[in-house]
């Protein structure tokens, strides 16, 4: 047999390898998120446990009965602010979370630098120190 021409073997279905991911990948959403303007991990975070959508239909529920009781029951708008309410709990809870993750991370990466470059540790701390915090 000729091994070259394997490569031109006619491939039939199942034939092959079946791993497929289906899984729809946004992460590139989140990833493009600029410094300062927000973490993309905590922005995916938030996002899959509220998404955009679930967020602003609350608002809306909540908003709406205040310029016109003929769209939205009373009872209907205390029961979308109780859900804004959680969810508001529950997204600080996970900023926070990550907030502690990005600190120890960067206490562990200065404390690496530190231990194997000493003076890259000190011109570090140097030009941290003239950062200023953007608006």
Do not use: C
């Given at each position: 047999?000729?091994?070259?021409?394997?490569?031109?073997?006619?491939?039939?279905?199942?034939?092959?390898?079946?791993?497929?991911?289906?899984?729809?990948?946004?992460?590139?959403?989140?990833?493009?998120?600029?410094?300062?303007?927000?973490?993309?991990?905590?922005?995916?975070?938030?996002?899959?446990?509220?998404?955009?959508?679930?967020?602003?239909?609350?608002?809306?529920?909540?908003?709406?009965?205040?310029?016109?009781?003929?769209?939205?029951?009373?009872?209907?708008?205390?029961?979308?602010?109780?859900r804004?309410?959680?969810?508001?709990?529950?997204?600080?809870?996970?900023?926070?979370?990550?907030?502690?993750?990005n600190?120890?991370?960067?206490?562990n990466?200065?404390?690496?630098?530190?231990?194997?470059?000493?003076?890259?540790?000190?011109?570090?701390?140097?030009?941290?120190?003239?950062?200023?915090?953007?608006?």
């Open positions: 047999m000729f091994p070259w021409f394997i490569h031109w073997a006619p491939h039939y279905p199942f034939s092959g390898t079946l791993r497929q991911s289906v899984e729809p990948h946004t992460r590139w959403f989140f990833d493009s998120i600029r410094m300062g303007a927000g973490d993309g991990r905590t922005e995916q975070q938030i996002f899959d446990a509220y998404s955009y959508g679930t967020q602003l239909g609350w608002l809306i529920e909540v908003l709406l009965p205040l310029v016109s009781t003929d769209v939205v029951s009373p009872k209907d708008a205390d029961h979308a602010r109780e804004l309410v959680a969810a508001y709990k529950q997204i600080e809870a996970i900023k926070k979370l990550n907030k502690e993750i600190e120890e991370a960067l206490l990466g200065l404390q690496s630098l530190l231990n194997h470059d000493p003076d890259a540790f000190r011109a570090l701390i140097v030009k941290a120190l003239q950062l200023n915090p953007k608006p």
